[in-house]
């Protein structure tokens, strides 16, 4: 069954996120367009898009370190959203990529898109820190 090891939490629930499926162990995230998430008329709102990137991410990089044993606290540090275009009202998507774990931080990228990955609505950068379970 295609599930997360660890579950989203509830506001990114709340948002109407969820698994659309794994790719290997690597999580894709939809969120359909709802009332909830408008930005201007007929967009998802930027702030929307950003959870949606930051829960890719976090999603991956949790999949990842549990390939590797206890998954640890995961806390961001900062995040860069670059927005490409405006998401419109379609299914949006976003999976996540872990660039490199160290044992203290962890720099994870994000792609969102809605038509093709090739095609992105919106990236970002994110540094976490790993703190012990």
């Not at 790719?23 to 995230?29: E, F, M, Q, T, V």
């Not at 990089?61 to 540090?77: C, F, I, N």
């Not at 898109?113 to 540094?127: G, H, I, K, Y």
Request: aromatic share 4%; glycine share 10%; hydrophobic share 45%.
């Amino acid at each position: 069954m295609n599930t997360l090891r660890i579950p989203l939490p509830p506001h990114a629930l709340n948002m109407g996120i969820e698994l659309h499926h794994l790719d290997g162990h690597i999580p894709i995230l939809g969120c359909d367009f709802s009332p909830r998430i408008v930005g201007r008329p007929g967009h998802f709102h930027g702030g929307a898009l950003g959870g949606l990137l930051e829960m890719a991410a976090l999603a991956a990089a949790r999949e990842e370190l549990a390939l590797r044993g206890p998954v640890p606290g995961l806390k961001p540090v900062n995040i860069s959203v670059q927005y490409m275009r405006g998401a419109v009202e379609a299914r949006c998507f976003a999976r996540g990529h872990v660039e490199r774990a160290g044992r203290r931080l962890l720099n994870v990228s994000a792609v969102a898109w809605q038509d093709s990955p090739e095609r992105p609505v919106a990236t970002a950068w994110l540094n976490v820190m790993v703190s012990p379970t």
